[in-house]
């Protein structure tokens, strides 16, 4: 042993086994617990269809991060931003545990949850970006399978046993399990993750300093308002606040910020050159070279297209999985579906697509992994049409009527080809994404990837609430079913080069 190993006797490293299941562990719950549990959570509190499909705006900072992740590619190293979001994700889920007894607690986990997507989309964009930095393109391809099992572990967790814990024992204890959960991960990274990257900025230089002097004009501004405030007449206020109310209720949130993304993203994709021209002539050419080497490439509209479009059925089945349950009588046992069942076949899924597109290539794997993804909706169509008595019986329906064990095994049988053909889709669109990454902006690039689908995931999400409660369950899914056919036609427009995809898996 050596001076230099007696001096410097600390913890090993751990193995990139073992780092990049408690990684994408850690991604997946956070997740999961505000994409998917939430929408239990509300439900279990009374929200309507129409309020649990507008939490998938929660997706929103998943759309958009793209817009930050090129700081996390500048300032600072993925490993301080992965730790920094970690800790906060915990003191959240922590603040979410006090306010679940309280009798406001619905819109006040609403809105932590709201600030806490945004928490999470960057602590997605620091682990992807770290696993990227930090495996070589062989290591990177070797733990593919670790990191999809552990996300699928991490949302099974979420959607089965936070779930199950939050309907029996109560939200206080799930919300707070959560966040021990999350604390005990955080320090297992702080003290054996590697550090493995060169810190280009300090992060430091991201903490604005303001003046002393605009600090004590804006002070001043807001003192003035509130005096203003308490002189003006009490009664004019609160009508002038009513007023404000009934106005934004008029305001189709969830149709309003669909079309100004869609239409963004448009413009974006026809005005590209004009664009990245004004931002470098304006000093920002990091960002811009971040964003158009991703966008500077060939047939670069039929990808975005594809990247969005390909999950839509995908994510609108995925948001009424979880109140369909409840709906259907059988919230209870939506735990033991989803973990015992959904958990291992999910896991069966990602590891067997990734085998499949390393032996047969993506080329040829792409049509049957994906048509087997959204045959799901065909099949949860048929469950709903043949179990719609029940739904009608046993919604909103304290004491539901018992489901029967046949019709309970129907409803685990479809769930666990869900969670397997799911597993089989992820594989498909995570090879895709990764060919897509430059060696410069990997954490940027796949955040603009991840977050063009989760994108899809919002509109889906929010629509699929307004369809199901229009249409009911059954011909929702099958509607969904329909809305998966378009991505999977722009199959034929995507360049799938089988030099590439050979080496993204070697």
């Not at 024992?169 to 955080?186: E, K, N, Q, Y």
């Not at 664009?275 to 039929?302: C, D, V, Y």
């Not at 999910?346 to 597109?357: C, E, K, Q, R, Y």
């Not at 369809?467 to 036609?489: C, D, K, R, T």
């Amino acid at each position: 042993m050596t001076t230099t190993e007696n001096k410097n006797p600390g913890p090993q490293p751990a193995s990139p086994r073992v780092w990049a299941f408690t990684t994408y562990f850690c991604e997946g719950l956070p997740y999961s617990i505000i994409r998917t549990v939430s929408a239990v959570f509300f439900r279990d509190n009374g929200v309507g269809l129409e309020g649990i499909g507008l939490t998938s705006l929660f997706g929103l900072p998943w759309a958009l991060k793209f817009f930050w992740a090129p700081h996390l590619d500048r300032y600072g190293s993925k490993r301080q931003w992965l730790l920094i979001m970690q800790i906060l994700l915990a003191g959240l889920l922590l603040i979410a545990a006090a306010l679940a007894p309280l009798p406001q607690a619905t819109p006040l986990i609403g809105l932590a949850f709201g600030v806490g997507s945004f928490l999470a989309a960057t602590h997605d964009i620091a682990i992807d970006g770290y696993y990227l930095e930090t495996l070589d393109a062989a290591g990177q391809s070797r733990f593919i399978g670790y990191r999809v099992m552990a996300y699928r572990i991490a949302m099974m967790a979420g959607a089965g046993i936070i779930a199950t814990i939050g309907t029996t024992m109560g939200w206080s204890v799930a919300f707070g399990g959560s966040a021990l959960i999350l604390t005990l991960f955080f320090a297992y990274h702080h003290r054996y993750l590697p550090e493995s990257e060169t810190v280009r900025l300090p992060l430091t230089l991201l903490i604005p300093r303001p003046k002393t002097g605009r600090l004590l004009r804006l002070a001043l501004i807001a003192a003035l308002a509130i005096v203003a405030i308490r002189l003006h007449d009490q009664s004019i206020t609160r009508h002038g606040l009513l007023l404000l109310a009934e106005l934004l209720s008029k305001i189709n949130l969830a149709a309003m910020t669909s079309m100004i993304l869609a239409g963004g993203l448009i413009i974006v994709g026809l005005k590209r050159r004009k664009i990245e021209q004004w931002l470098r002539n304006k000093g920002n050419a990091f960002f811009s070279e971040a964003f158009f080497t991703f966008m500077a490439r060939e047939k670069i509209g039929p990808i975005l297209a594809f990247i969005v479009l390909i999950r839509t059925g995908e994510y609108m089945l995925s948001s009424m999985v979880a109140p369909f349950m409840v709906d259907l009588g059988i919230k209870k046992h939506y735990g033991w579906i989803s973990g015992g069942v959904g958990l291992p076949f999910s896991i069966i899924g990602a590891m067997l697509g990734g085998w499949l597109i390393s032996k047969y290539s993506l080329k040829k794997m792409i049509w049957p992994l994906l048509l087997a993804q959204n045959f799901t909706n065909l099949a949860y169509m048929f469950l709903a049409l043949k179990l719609n008595g029940f739904i009608l019986l046993n919604t909103g329906n304290p004491i539901p009527a018992v489901l029967g064990t046949n019709n309970l095994l129907a409803v685990v049988c479809v769930h666990a080809f869900d969670q397997l053909a799911g597993g089989l889709g992820t594989a498909v669109l995570m090879v895709f994404l990764m060919q897509l990454c430059q060696p410069r902006f990997k954490a940027a690039h796949y955040a603009i990837g991840t977050g063009l689908m989760s994108f899809s995931g919002m509109y889906a999400g929010v629509l699929s609430g307004f369809l199901a409660s229009w249409a009911g369950y059954g011909y929702f899914f099958g509607i969904s079913f329909l809305l998966s056919l378009p991505g999977m036609g722009l199959i034929f427009f995507i360049p799938l080069a089988e030099h590439q995809q050979k080496e993204a898996l070697r």
